[in-house]
């Protein structure tokens, strides 16, 4: 009989989701557009994010345009017209280039978005491993100190947190971020998502310390150190990557949310929540650049969630059996051995 | 004064446009109601000591009356000196040094508190004791200096009888304006053993006919018709209007585009702030004449730099911003609400004489960074959060980058912008966005409260360049003391060149201002003071 590992296994079944496929390709597809911002700024628009056009000309079809008429109106989407200068239009009376500023804008918030959820997750994995793992007054303050950071609906704190540090900066010792530092933002999504992961990392640990491998291993010598990283942990990597996968969605929604509200990231850098609040002044004379980031930000949150529910599917097939169950269509699976 | 304020004169056609309307309106129209309006961000401070922008004082002109007031009226007729509190106009002896003026009797505040002749020594001391950035105006007031250093002792050259209501004002030197700043909301009494602190949460009772009733900074205020004013003080001050509406709320709503449509849909009758860029000419197409109206309006929108610390303490540095600066760009940002101009004295201004001694030229501005070579590139620009002041902002920003700076754009929130950039122990403060609108109709008010030394201040500082030029400010001394004529006029315009030949500033424009009400509003009633902008006691309902 030939043995399988559960990663192969989940492997298996995430393949045979289609659903979930198109939207790791859609996601990897918003990915590389992101990430060809360099190549396009220079190569194709000849401008950077920030470079403001307000009183230059181009040549549209052969026709010279104002990029912002006097008026004041930003010059609308022009595709090629201009060989890939202002395919998108111009941002607004500044006149920068929306399609560079929509590249660059996604890096901005799939790095928020990842690098948040890298802090959610370390601090989430330490947190949830020793308040599962010692129990007592531990776990009593470390929760305590998670219900008290739940207690504040997230984006009130987050705005509270991101205004009293968008003119100071944050200064904790050795570490120090300056004001409008893009790590601003990336600190307090990952801060107040915390307790979000780190509450079902403590009631998974509080289960599997008590299951017979940890009893061996601790029979066997080994120390708190070496159960939380050497047994636990490796048994709460199906649930950390799904969970991981959809923090970054949430960590984008809520960097969109913050910086709309002036507390994300700082202008001129442009992220995709930057735009929508930049463009939400000129809904009436210009939806576009209201509407075009919106999109990206629901295509990727979107193929983030459907992918991350694929994933949890297939890492861990007894959620999905069991809501199967309460819909009364369950038909137990066969796992090759 | 900072922000949005004053509307002069010299647009007699405005003026007459505004009078003519007003007179044509007659007396029909509702008595009573509730006005709505909005504000984009709360005022600097609802104190009338402490307040500095055309928010505040459009906020107080009817709450809080000093001893003189500007008539309420538009365009040049706005801008005179009339009886506030004070029976009539002072009488001016001792060569201009002693100024003395009687208090009407019976007057009180609105908690019924009596109005006394000494309220105005304590009001006058108050000024000083919260360091208000009005107190340059009042120093030449015997013993003011002294009692601005030490906060005790009294100031001794105010003299007062409360059973005469006599109040003799004692100059060390004369000033030719003087009564103009007898008429600021600086000096509005306010009653004695008001605390010397801001006052904006719980702002103190009013001489008025409106008296502030609630105030939730950051949300809004609202008023209330001053019990006092029909009891009593209305009938003391016969000239001064009593308001129509009983009730008036304001809400501090931040997106100027939902103000639009509050005022639109009726949910709101008034918005303080200009119209958002991008619905400028639909507001204009659709309500002008019937629901709105420019205003002619003297300002000067501007870049500052700080001239105490380097790069912007090199002269060819801000020069070479000054040639950067393209006015063409900023007029589009504004939406073409803006008229270029790179003087400190906006046209329409008495003492006002064209010049562009900055003609844009990048490379020239590039020419000069590199003549002067400056040690330190990184800097700040600082801004608030209004449209399309951040946008003049990250324009300034990208602008000082194409010279060669390192910049960062620190956008603020409008509220406690020139708070936190007047405050100098704010850290980084190199250069930004301000703009500047007069406190009277005298080109002093452009230069003594914004560019002379001795008008700068650890905090509420009105001077952001922090120019200290001696031999300018004496020219401005020897102003001050003198009474605005052709000759005067005409020094005004040389001085104007010699500012900004020190470029502490790079002035980008004018501003357009306008006034839009909603449809169950009398905009022929509505009036537009060159000084308080829009006047709260002519809104009428139809």
């Known amino acids: 009989m030939k043995s399988r590992s559960p990663w192969r296994i989940a492997y298996r079944r995430l393949r045979s989701n289609r659903v979930a496929l198109a939207a790791l390709g859609l996601f990897v597809a918003i990915v590389v557009f992101v990430l060809a911002a360099p190549l396009w700024a220079n190569e194709v628009a000849h401008t950077g994010p920030n470079a403001t056009h307000t009183v230059e000309k181009i040549t549209v079809d052969g026709e010279r345009r104002d990029v912002v008429s006097p008026d004041g109106t930003p010059i609308g989407p022009v595709w090629l017209g201009a060989d890939g200068r202002f395919f998108l239009g111009a941002d607004g009376r500044l006149g920068r280039d929306e399609m560079v500023r929509l590249m660059y804008g996604g890096r901005t918030s799939l790095f928020i978005g990842l690098a948040a959820a890298l802090i959610t997750t370390l601090l989430a994995v330490g947190l949830g491993l020793l308040a599962g793992y010692f129990r007592g007054w531990t776990d009593a303050v470390i929760s305590r100190l998670l219900d008290v950071i739940w207690a504040f609906p997230v984006i009130l704190l987050g705005i509270a947190l991101g205004t009293a540090l968008a003119v100071g900066g944050l200064q904790i010792g050795p570490l120090s971020i300056s004001s409008g530092s893009i790590w601003i933002p990336i600190l307090i999504i990952g801060f107040v998502y915390t307790p979000y992961m780190a509450r079902p990392i403590r009631g998974e640990v509080l289960a599997l310390r008590e299951k017979e491998f940890v009893e061996a291993a601790v029979a066997q010598g080994a120390g708190p150190l070496r159960v939380m990283f050497g047994e636990l942990l490796p048994n709460l990597w199906s649930t950390i990557i799904v969970f991981f996968t959809l923090n970054i969605a949430n960590n984008m929604l809520l960097e969109a949310a913050l910086s709309f509200l002036g507390a994300g990231v700082q202008p001129p850098n442009s992220s995709w929540g930057t735009m929508i609040s930049g463009g939400y002044e000129l809904i009436y004379s210009a939806p576009l650049l209201t509407i075009i980031p919106g999109v990206m930000i629901l295509l990727t949150v979107l193929s983030l969630n459907v992918f991350g529910d694929g994933l949890r599917d297939a890492l861990d097939p007894k959620s999905k059996v069991e809501l199967e169950a309460h819909a009364g269509t369950f038909e137990p699976e066969e796992e090759p051995v | ?542």
Request: aromatic share 10%; hydrophobic share 35%.
């Open chain 2, 1 to 542: 004064m900072r922000k949005l304020g004053v509307v002069v004169s010299v647009l007699a056609l405005a003026v007459g446009a505004t009078l003519g309307l007003a007179a044509c309106s007659g007396s029909s129209g509702k008595e009573g109601g509730a006005l709505k309006g909005s504000y984009a961000s709360f005022p600097d401070y609802l104190d009338p000591q402490l307040s500095y922008s055309a928010e505040g004082w459009t906020a107080m002109y009817n709450t809080y009356i000093p001893l003189l007031t500007y008539a309420h009226a538009g365009g040049e007729a706005g801008g005179v000196v009339v009886p506030g509190l004070a029976e009539g106009l002072p009488k001016i002896t001792d060569g201009g040094k002693t100024y003395t003026l009687n208090l009407r009797k019976g007057l009180k505040y609105s908690d019924g508190t009596p109005v006394k002749a000494s309220d105005f020594k304590s009001t006058i001391e108050r000024l000083f004791e919260l360091n208000s950035p009005g107190t340059f105006y009042y120093t030449v007031i015997a013993g003011a200096e002294e009692f601005q250093k030490t906060k005790s002792g009294g100031i001794s050259g105010i003299e007062t009888d409360d059973a005469s209501g006599e109040i003799a004002i004692h100059l060390t030197q004369p000033r030719g304006t003087f009564t103009n700043e007898l008429a600021l909301p600086f000096v509005a009494l306010v009653p004695p053993g008001t605390p010397a602190k801001s006052q904006s949460t719980n702002p103190p009772p009013a001489t008025g006919p409106y008296a502030i009733a609630e105030s939730n900074p950051g949300r809004g205020w609202s008023y209330e018709r001053n019990p006092q004013w029909e009891k009593n003080n209305a009938k003391l001050m016969p000239d001064l209007p009593g308001g129509h509406v009983d009730r008036i709320d304001i809400s501090v709503i931040n997106n100027q585009s939902t103000q639009v449509n509050d005022v639109e849909q009726g949910k709101s009758n008034w918005m303080f702030d200009p119209l958002p860029a991008d619905r400028y000419a639909e507001v204009k197409g659709k309500y002008e004449g019937t629901q709105f109206r420019v205003e002619p309006t003297l300002n000067t929108y501007y870049f500052w730099m700080n001239t105490t610390q380097p790069p912007f303490d090199d002269l060819k540095v801000r020069q070479a911003v000054n040639y950067a600066v393209d006015s063409a760009a900023l007029e589009r940002i504004y939406a073409g609400q803006i008229k270029p101009s790179q003087q400190i004295l906006p046209l329409g201004m008495p003492g006002y004489k064209e010049f562009t001694l900055y003609p844009h030229n990048m490379a020239k501005a590039k020419q000069l960074i590199a003549d002067a070579n400056p040690s330190d590139r990184d800097i700040t620009v600082w801004t608030d959060d209004l449209s399309p002041n951040d946008e003049a902002g990250a324009y300034y920003q990208d602008l000082l980058e194409r010279l060669g700076f390192s910049v960062k754009l620190k956008v603020l929130n409008a509220d406690n912008y020139f708070t936190v950039i007047g405050n100098l122990s704010t850290p980084d403060l190199d250069t930004g966005w301000g703009n500047w609108f007069v406190d009277y109709p005298n080109p002093i008010t452009f230069y003594e409260p914004a560019l002379t030394g001795s008008s700068i201040a650890p905090t509420n500082n009105t001077n952001l360049a922090q120019l200290d030029v001696p031999s300018l400010d004496r020219e401005v001394e020897v102003l001050s003391k003198q009474q605005l004529g052709a000759k005067q006029e005409s020094k005004f315009a040389a001085l104007d060149k010699s500012y900004m030949e020190q470029a502490p500033w790079a002035p980008f424009g004018i501003r357009t201002l306008s006034t839009f009400v909603s449809s169950d509003i009398d905009l022929g009633k509505v009036i537009w003071s060159p000084i308080f902008s829009n006047d709260l006691t002519s809104f009428q309902f139809k």
